[in-house]
């Protein structure tokens, strides 16, 4: 738990609806008093993923996935406990303390690095507004077309060509050059000297999700290359897990219900200034999990911006498939021949841009209409590797009627039978690449596509919901066992929790006990035991017979090792111990249970 009181974090989940934040996430469909899903943390066909409203906690009964909100939010979105617990206090508006996390160092470094950050920004920002309008750089900001007001708005600056202009900036304010060297804003030389990495260049500072600055990207201002660096990763900064301009645009996302990703910096200032508030870019890179999982907490919908370049590149529509994997709904629109989302703004306006949108394509029909003109679709060969291409990202539609409709569409298109693509799409190899799930999905919950076991006896576990559910079994349990007859050791923790519960309360709060022994029994554990949508109709029964089971297992274990003992006294020739043991096994055997 951190540091972080209990009261407060039995605040945040008052304050919050498990269903309302997990359905911001994944689909939830209602099922009884619960809701379902297909579960976000691996491939699954059949939904197994319970979330319960009464008792506000989810389980997953395919990779046994499972916990309280803050559970969820840690293993989804790859962050630890404190972060999660931030997200939902800002979220419900509940003040945290101060607190130090548990590892005060990696902390330490992560703080200074935005502190860093954020000053080199300042000081970038100033130094373009100081330039002087016949400078370099305000020329540029001219030539592209950029106003005062939007500058501001995403802090844009500019690096002098000076190689120690911020090396110098920053010690003078007291700031020692290893958390410099940790913000990635200078880099080490010849003979142990340092430099500024960005030298006469635009400055683009790039901010997560919540606002924070965690690096930067630098352009020049003419046709000399590289045309961009950026900041190299730091403790905050992983660019394949951000998506530039997600912080302006996250609420418009919302809002309109679709995303626009773009490619560059320019394109998404561009698209802001314009109106178009729901632009993001990928950072250069590819899409990756992390980025479309961030993503996937606005909107499930998205139009992929190409330029008319990048149109015919079926190996960046296949990166698209991963869209498909997490049920998101992708679309492709192209602009005119030589216009990227900068350059058609700037020439054509809104009006045409929203235009362009609106005439998206699905992936589907986008990527089937390149590989028509890419093959001769009157060719039997050319409409099998039509077909090869095309199953290979059908195979990743979750959804089981919209995959049989494309299947049917792809036949229609190509005259050729149904069935024979039904058989085409068997030999698809394998199950979809699911490297979405290999980050915060991943965390704790499925290994290589195994199932995470766990192993409760069938009584141990009954009599655990059971005292869970009802105050009035604890004391019967408490009476008849102690926390060390039971196995397995979350159970004897568990009962060891309830045990010294105060029997006047008259309910078992079921987050305030994940949270008061977090540190000792993992939340999945908890949410198995009591997640289980069968109803146990004969309560008093059940806690009778389970209580006899456990007596009797325990009682069975200790006759057996009393065996195994006497066997090697027999051997040894220890008469002593031999005779002692006889006695201990009658005694056992008279006292029943």
Same mark, same amino acid.
């Given at each position: 738990? #951190?540091?972080?009181?209990?009261?407060? /974090?039995?605040?945040?989940?008052?304050?919050?609806?498990?269903?309302?934040?997990?359905?911001?996430?994944?689909?939830?469909?209602?099922?009884?008093?619960?809701?379902?899903?297909?579960?976000?943390?691996?491939?699954?066909?059949?939904?197994?993923?319970?979330?319960?409203?009464?008792?506000?906690?989810?389980?997953?009964?395919?990779?046994?996935?499972?916990?309280?909100?803050?559970?969820?939010?840690?293993?989804?979105?790859?962050?630890?406990?404190?972060?999660?617990?931030?997200?939902?206090?800002?979220?419900?508006?509940?003040?945290?303390?101060?607190?130090?996390?548990?590892?005060?160092?990696?902390?330490?470094?992560?703080?200074?690095?935005?502190?860093?950050?954020?000053?080199?920004?300042?000081?970038?920002?100033?130094? /373009?507004?100081?330039?002087?309008?016949?400078?370099?750089?305000?020329?540029?900001?001219?030539?592209?077309?950029?106003?005062?007001?939007?500058?501001?708005?995403?802090?844009?600056?500019?690096?002098?060509?000076?190689?120690?202009?911020?090396?110098?900036?920053?010690?003078?304010?007291?700031?020692?050059?290893?958390?410099?060297?940790?913000?990635?804003?200078?880099?080490?030389?010849?003979?142990?000297?340092?430099?500024?990495?960005?030298?006469?260049?635009?400055?683009?500072?790039?901010?997560?999700?919540?606002?924070?600055?965690?690096?930067?990207?630098?352009?020049?201002?003419?046709?000399?290359?590289?045309?961009? %660096?950026?900041?190299?990763?730091?403790?905050?900064?992983?660019? #394949?897990?951000?998506?530039?301009?997600?912080?302006?645009?996250?609420?418009?996302?919302?809002?309109?219900?679709?995303? %626009?990703?773009?490619?560059?910096?320019?394109?998404?200032?561009?698209?802001?200034?314009?109106?178009?508030?729901?632009?993001?870019?990928?950072?250069?890179?590819?899409?990756?999990?992390?980025?479309?999982?961030?993503?996937?907490?606005?909107?499930? $919908?998205?139009?992929?911006?190409?330029?008319?370049?990048?149109?015919?590149?079926?190996?960046? /529509?296949?990166?698209?498939?991963?869209?498909?994997?997490?049920?998101?709904?992708?679309?492709?629109?192209?602009?005119?021949?030589?216009?990227?989302?900068?350059?058609?703004?700037?020439?054509? #306006?809104?009006? $045409?841009?929203?235009?362009?949108?609106?005439?998206?394509?699905?992936?589907?029909?986008?990527?089937?209409?390149?590989?028509?003109?890419? !093959?001769?679709?009157?060719?039997?060969?050319?409409?099998?590797?039509?077909?090869?291409?095309?199953?290979?990202?059908? $195979?990743?539609?979750?959804?089981?009627?919209?995959?049989?409709?494309?299947?049917?569409?792809?036949?229609?298109?190509?005259?050729?039978?149904? *069935?024979?693509?039904?058989?085409?799409?068997?030999?698809?190899?394998?199950?979809?690449?699911?490297?979405?799930?290999?980050?915060?999905?991943?965390?704790?919950?499925?290994?290589?596509?195994?199932?995470?076991?766990?192993?409760?006896?069938?009584?141990?576990?009954?009599?655990?919901?059971?005292?869970?559910?009802?105050?009035?079994?604890?004391?019967?349990?408490?009476?008849?066992?102690?926390?060390?007859? !039971?196995?397995?050791?979350?159970?004897?923790?568990?009962?060891?929790?309830?045990?010294?519960?105060?029997?006047? *309360?008259?309910?078992?709060?079921?987050?305030?006990?994940?949270?008061? %022994?977090?540190?000792?029994?993992?939340?999945?554990?908890?949410? !198995?035991?009591?997640?289980?949508?069968?109803?146990?109709?004969?309560?008093?029964?059940?806690?009778?017979?389970?209580?006899?089971?456990?007596?009797?297992?325990?009682?069975?274990?200790?006759?057996?090792?009393?065996?195994?003992?006497?066997?090697?006294?027999?051997?040894?020739?220890?008469?002593?111990?031999?005779?002692?043991?006889?006695?201990?096994?009658?005694?056992?055997?008279?006292? #029943?249970?």
């Amino acid at each position: 738990m #951190g540091k972080i009181p209990e009261n407060i /974090l039995n605040e945040i989940q008052d304050k919050c609806d498990i269903v309302e934040i997990i359905s911001s996430y994944v689909s939830l469909k209602p099922s009884g008093r619960n809701f379902k899903a297909c579960c976000p943390f691996h491939h699954e066909k059949t939904p197994s993923f319970v979330v319960s409203p009464d008792k506000q906690i989810y389980h997953c009964f395919g990779c046994n996935s499972g916990g309280n909100v803050f559970n969820f939010l840690k293993e989804y979105e790859k962050i630890d406990f404190i972060d999660a617990v931030k997200m939902l206090a800002e979220q419900t508006g509940v003040k945290l303390p101060e607190y130090r996390s548990h590892d005060d160092q990696d902390a330490s470094v992560t703080s200074t690095v935005y502190s860093v950050n954020d000053i080199a920004a300042n000081y970038y920002s100033g130094f /373009l507004e100081k330039s002087g309008l016949s400078s370099e750089s305000n020329r540029y900001m001219t030539k592209r077309g950029l106003d005062g007001p939007i500058i501001k708005k995403f802090r844009i600056g500019y690096a002098d060509s000076s190689w120690r202009a911020m090396l110098d900036y920053l010690s003078a304010r007291g700031i020692k050059q290893d958390a410099i060297l940790n913000a990635g804003l200078i880099i080490k030389g010849k003979e142990n000297s340092y430099y500024d990495l960005f030298r006469n260049r635009i400055i683009f500072p790039i901010f997560d999700a919540r606002n924070r600055i965690i690096g930067f990207g630098a352009r020049v201002m003419d046709d000399s290359l590289p045309k961009y %660096i950026n900041s190299p990763e730091t403790a905050v900064y992983k660019k #394949g897990q951000h998506l530039y301009g997600l912080n302006f645009a996250k609420a418009d996302i919302k809002e309109k219900n679709f995303a %626009i990703i773009t490619e560059g910096y320019l394109d998404v200032i561009t698209c802001h200034q314009y109106g178009v508030t729901n632009a993001i870019a990928s950072l250069g890179t590819a899409l990756t999990a992390e980025q479309i999982r961030l993503l996937k907490r606005y909107t499930h $919908n998205v139009v992929i911006l190409y330029d008319a370049d990048q149109a015919g590149e079926t190996a960046s /529509l296949r990166g698209l498939d991963l869209f498909l994997e997490e049920d998101m709904n992708v679309k492709i629109a192209t602009l005119e021949k030589g216009h990227d989302p900068d350059s058609f703004l700037r020439k054509f #306006g809104k009006e $045409n841009f929203d235009e362009a949108i609106k005439k998206s394509k699905s992936l589907f029909t986008y990527k089937l209409d390149i590989l028509k003109d890419k !093959f001769n679709s009157t060719e039997p060969e050319s409409k099998a590797e039509t077909i090869k291409e095309m199953l290979s990202t059908i $195979n990743r539609v979750r959804n089981a009627i919209i995959k049989a409709e494309y299947i049917k569409l792809l036949a229609q298109e190509l005259s050729v039978k149904e *069935d024979a693509v039904w058989e085409e799409l068997k030999k698809v190899k394998g199950t979809p690449r699911h490297s979405l799930r290999s980050g915060a999905g991943q965390a704790g919950c499925l290994e290589h596509g195994a199932k995470k076991f766990i192993e409760i006896s069938p009584a141990e576990k009954i009599l655990a919901r059971l005292m869970i559910e009802d105050v009035n079994v604890i004391k019967i349990v408490r009476d008849e066992l102690k926390p060390s007859d !039971f196995k397995n050791k979350d159970i004897r923790n568990i009962a060891e929790a309830l045990f010294s519960i105060d029997n006047e *309360d008259s309910l078992i709060d079921i987050n305030k006990l994940i949270n008061s %022994i977090e540190d000792k029994v993992p939340q999945n554990i908890i949410s !198995f035991i009591v997640n289980e949508e069968v109803d146990i109709k004969d309560k008093e029964r059940n806690v009778s017979d389970c209580i006899i089971t456990i007596k009797k297992e325990n009682r069975n274990k200790l006759l057996k090792d009393i065996q195994n003992r006497l066997h090697v006294a027999q051997k040894s020739g220890y008469e002593e111990e031999e005779k002692r043991l006889v006695e201990e096994f009658n005694q056992l055997m008279k006292r #029943g249970l």
